[in-house]
């Protein structure tokens, strides 16, 4: 039989790795089909988000890890549904052109928001939704790996936007490719290290929780949960100043758009 350790640490850790490796390739693999495939993808994982939705409300009437992993689980499935839409271009902002060449700094600023603007819109109601439905929760760990994932994707962004070593632009879809004028190529930006540095102190911070939690508890299992998200989000603000793509680990995701590229 496993013990309190193990079902309270290693098996949430091991519960959103493979939640976000998935997770990350099927939506590469989505959007990088024909974008005639696109209306079908988003019918169907809007049915989920849906559902999602519906189920945070049923785990914050559940006690116990279940719990925990149920509502953090519906958590990333919303999550997944805001980034297919950004992806497929579907929700994104009133700005859909690159940067003019020779743009200002501070324009250059502005038109970075607008391209998203609509996109981070959205994210804010879905953050609001959660919010409604977790409120009464004593642990709404749904909505806490929610906010937890845009924050760190403001940050990724950002850090784009001032310039890393590591774009990762070969993972936009051809009908994104003006996203790479509001991107900059550099060794280094000053937000970066304080992105870092948050990461590490966010993670350390609920490790601490979960290591304090009492074992195999709803608690400890959140903390876990919410760590590791914390842990990955640090991984890839590590992997923008490393001459090493991170895409290598999707490769069966981006398969689509090499298929096609071959159909044309």
């Not at 099927?26 to 959007?31: E, G």
């Not at 914050?60 to 919303?78: E, I, K, N, V």
Request: charged share 10%; proline share 5%.
């Amino acid at each position: 039989m496993m013990d309190g350790i193990t079902v309270g640490l290693v098996l949430p850790g091991l519960f959103t790795l493979a939640l976000w490796w998935l997770s990350t390739g099927l939506i590469l693999y989505l959007d990088g089909l024909h974008p005639r495939t696109f209306r079908a993808s988003m019918g169907v994982v809007t049915v989920l988000a849906l559902c999602a939705l519906a189920l945070t409300g049923h785990a914050a009437d559940l006690s116990g890890p279940s719990a925990a992993y149920l509502g953090f689980a519906c958590a990333l499935t919303l999550w997944g549904w805001m980034e297919l839409s950004f992806l497929t271009g579907w929700i994104t902002g009133p700005v859909r052109q690159a940067a003019p060449p020779g743009c200002a700094a501070s324009a250059h600023f502005v038109r970075a928001v607008q391209v998203v603007l609509h996109h981070e819109l959205a994210i804010a109601t879905g953050a609001l939704l959660l919010w409604v439905l977790t409120r009464d929760t004593a642990d709404p760990v749904a909505l806490h790996a929610y906010l937890l994932l845009w924050v760190m994707r403001v940050s990724a962004k950002l850090n784009l936007h001032f310039g890393v070593r590591n774009l990762g632009d070969a993972l936009l879809p051809p009908h994104l490719h003006y996203l790479r004028s509001y991107f900059r190529q550099r060794r280094m930006n000053a937000l970066w290290p304080f992105s870092m540095i948050g990461c590490l102190l966010l993670t350390a911070h609920l490790v601490d929780g979960a290591a304090r939690a009492p074992a195999g508890s709803a608690e400890q299992v959140s903390a876990a949960l919410l760590a590791t998200l914390a842990g990955l989000a640090g991984l890839e603000h590590l992997f923008m100043m490393l001459p090493v793509p991170l895409d290598g680990l999707w490769k069966w995701g981006t398969r689509s758009r090499a298929a096609m590229r071959r159909t044309g």
